[in-house]
């Protein structure tokens, strides 16, 4: 059986790298309150209104925390392409001794 290589991994962006780190200590609460404050008519999607939130307070971040962000995602990307090869050199392993 020919197994399938998984997809290469995709690297997040700065402020999904943003949110994974910070949501519920710099994101949360801003996002909850301004949500509430629409009305309700005006409310549409939540997560793109997060989305939203999320790169304003990025975007109002230090050079000094956006570097931070920046060196994180690097290292999680980094991790994320070596266990592809892993798994993609075992399935090109597996894969050879098959006919």
Partial sequence: MKLST???PKQLSLCQTYSKLFYREKVEARAD???N???TTSRKNRLAFNNEITKAVYNAE???VKKEILEHRDALHAEAIE???LATEAIEDD???YP
Avoid: I, V
Wanted: charged share 30%; glycine share 0%; aromatic share 12%.
């Fill in 62 to 64: 230090t050079a000094e």
């Fill in 83 to 85: 266990a592809w090869k």
């Fill in 6 to 8: 998984p997809p290469k």
């Fill in 95 to 97: 894969d050879s001794s």
């Fill in 33 to 35: 309150s301004e949500w």
């Fill in 37 to 39: 404050a629409l009305p």
